[in-house]
């Protein structure tokens, strides 16, 4: 697969459609999968770890499911095209930062990818825009079956699948959503909001999963638990909860139209009048930024500007995507720089241009 | 032994290790509980790092013997000691849910409320016809330890050993892998060691690339 043409493009989670996109950016299901007959990966050999590679390929390649897919060998990118990845959200940063044979295989529209020896064997994810647990769970359902027929996943009666790691055994699932709250975040109750929800078992975590800070206002919300529950009960877990977020949220940002419009309307138009006209900027504020005008869009603050478009800079502002737009590896400094141009020239109006 | 907070005497032994620091703890009840209460209060609301939250569990209601013991015990498959898993909060093989499943089961009870999965099933791979997955999959596990086995009686010449443990690996796999996919389940144990050639490969060269490799 050339990755510089999927840097013209955003994936599927990205496309801003979907129920409830106005917050909840993307649903996203992960299972984690162990063969049965090799170490897991921070126990196997590099001859283990080759050896499984080739398994998996092998097998995954030659089912309905895996001839579907672009397969790539992560161990043989460029740092820049791996971190491409990372920004895309098909692989995780650990599976970037890694050594030894590993891989990842996509399909066309972004919306399954599989890693191949991360933390486990195999660990497959499937990201739908908006709020589509249920979508993302029969889409992901049908590829581990179609997996599991032709490899034989380690797995217990007892304890389930069988993973490196006692929190992810048994259904090996993690359900996850990605919101956007800015209102709360301006209001003050996010905080509040995330305790409760570590009382109900469930974890936030920011836009890049495990360790990562959150960016922009957005967060990650999925289930802590594997064992005991079914997956659909476990995906209820969260399903359950993002009615009520949205719920928050959509109370906040009336409250701030409400009693504070004039100072809302002040911080979004300034949002965007840096983001015109910046001559130099980091990722982080204009993740900062492009989350507050996102808002004043969704308020009706801000009119000419639709939210696809802002859902696509978020991810081609990146330091990756902007190099491989670029097509020239840039140091930070240049970054920012080439990073104020782009966005300069994509709210002139049209379609940015190298 | 004494609680290190007072003069009762110690009944929970409790081992941290955090950042790759190791921290002994010998506390009497009434202290110990206020040192998890304090440890589970600071965990909330901040990101767990697998493998963290999980050895002070593991070591509650232990005498330092029994860990000490218990540390040193080693998966027959992949070798991994009780201490590593300790160590990296990561097990190394399917077969340690078998073999440390006593030990295992407060952690995960703790982790996870449950103990039972009532979740999906994999289906039956093609080939291990005959083979129940209700008894799991840790018949095919076994092929980890037959792996290392059959790569140490290499590096001591025992090449008798050595073919009995790749017949074994090798019927195992067939059980398991062969059927659609025959060609590249068991294309390795074919290709490395077949049958005709087998008084030819079993020999030292093997043997150097098997040391290299342990």
Known sequence: MKLDTLAEDVGEWLRGTGPESDIVMSSRVRL???VAHYPFVSRMSEQDRGDVERFLRERITASPAGSQLEYIDVGRLEEVDRQFLVERQLISREHA???GARAVAIDGREQVSLMINEEDHLRIQCMHSGLDLRGAWEQIKAVDDQIGRVVPYAFHPRWGYLT?????????????VMLHLPA???TRQIDKVFRS???ISLAVRGLYGEGSQAMGDFYQISNQTTLGKTEEELIEQVGDVVPVLIDYERRAREFLV???QQNVHDQVSRAYG???TAQTITAEETMQLLSRVRMGVLLGLIGDVKIADINSLLVRTQPAHLQKIRGVELDTKDRNIERARYLRRHFEGGTPQN | MQCQQCDKPAVFHITELETGEVRELHLCEDHARVYLNQSEAAQEGEEKPAGSGLSGSLAVGQT???????DKKACPMCGITFFEFRNQGRLGCPHDYVHVEKELEPLIANIHGGTQHTGRRPERPAAAEGESLAEGTDDLTRVIGLRRSMQEAIACEDYERAREDRDAIRGIEERWLAGPHNEIGTAKADNEIGPAKADNEIGPAKADKATDET
């Open chain 1, 32 to 34: 984690a999968r162990n």
């Open chain 1, 97 to 99: 930062e890694a050594q």
């Open chain 1, 164 to 176: 490196a790691c006692p929190t992810n055994v048994g259904t090996g699932i993690r359900v996850s």
């Open chain 1, 184 to 186: 709360l975040v301006i």
């Open chain 1, 197 to 199: 929800l570590h009382k």
């Open chain 1, 258 to 260: 409400r009693e504070t």
């Open chain 1, 274 to 276: 840096i983001l015109r």
């Open chain 2, 64 to 70: 330092a013997d029994e860990l000490a013991l218990l």
